[in-house]
C-alpha cells in the first residue's frame, strides 16, 4: 500500500478500530447482563435498549466521518469522531442509569454527525468548484474547519 494513502487516513482507521472496541464493550455488557439475571429484567431491557440505538447511529457515525476526512480534513473530522465516542459511552452509560441521564449525549452526538454532514458537504462542494471553476477553497475551509472542531467541545 502507498505510504501516501495511509498518511491521509491513519486517523480515520484509529477511530474507526477504536469505535469496534467499544462496540465490544458495549455486547459485552449486554452478554453479562443477560447471564447475570434472567433476560427479562429491566437492567438487561436497559442495557439492551442502549446497545441497540447506539448500533442504529453507528453506520451513519462511520460514512459521515469518513466522507468529512475524505472529501475535506482528516484531522478535524477524526477529533469529532473521539468526541463522537466519547459522547457515545456518556450516552449508554447515562442510559443504564435513568434515561433522562442520556438526553445530553444523545443531543450532543447529533450535533457532533450534524458538523461532519456539514463537512462532507463542504468538501463535495469545493471538490465541485475547483473542477468546474478551477477555484480552490480548500485551505480556507480547512482552516475554519479546525478552528470550528474545537467548538465541539462546548456542551
Known amino acids: 500500500?502507498?505510504?501516501?494513502?495511509v498518511e491521509n487516513i491513519y486517523l480515520l482507521v484509529i477511530v474507526t478500530l477504536v469505535s469496534v472496541l467499544q462496540n465490544v464493550f458495549f455486547a459485552q455488557k449486554v452478554e453479562r447482563e443477560c447471564k447475570?439475571?434472567?433476560?427479562?429484567t429491566s437492567a438487561f431491557e436497559r442495557v439492551s435498549c442502549a446497545n441497540?440505538?447506539?448500533m442504529d447511529?453507528?453506520?451513519?457515525?462511520?460514512?459521515v466521518m469518513w466522507c468529512a476526512g475524505l472529501c475535506l480534513s482528516q484531522a478535524p473530522a477524526a477529533f469529532a469522531g473521539i468526541i463522537y465516542l466519547l459522547v457515545r459511552?456518556?450516552?449508554?452509560?447515562?442510559?443504564?442509569?435513568?434515561t433522562s441521564q442520556s438526553t445530553p449525549g444523545y443531543l450532543f452526538g447529533k450535533r457532533i454527525i450534524s458538523?461532519?454532514?456539514l463537512m462532507c458537504i463542504v468538501g463535495i462542494f469545493n471538490y465541485l468548484l475547483v473542477r468546474?471553476?478551477?477555484?480552490d477553497y480548500k485551505d480556507?475551509?480547512?482552516?475554519?474547519?479546525k478552528a470550528a472542531s474545537a467548538l465541539l467541545l462546548i456542551p
Open 1 to 5: 500500500m502507498d505510504p501516501r494513502v
Open 36 to 40: 447475570s439475571h434472567h433476560s427479562h
Open 52 to 54: 441497540r440505538n447506539c
Open 57 to 63: 447511529a453507528y453506520p451513519t457515525f462511520l460514512a
Open 89 to 98: 459511552q456518556q450516552y449508554f452509560v447515562g442510559y443504564l442509569g435513568q
Open 115 to 117: 458538523f461532519l454532514f
Open 132 to 135: 468546474y471553476y478551477g477555484s
Open 140 to 145: 480556507y475551509v480547512e482552516t475554519i474547519t
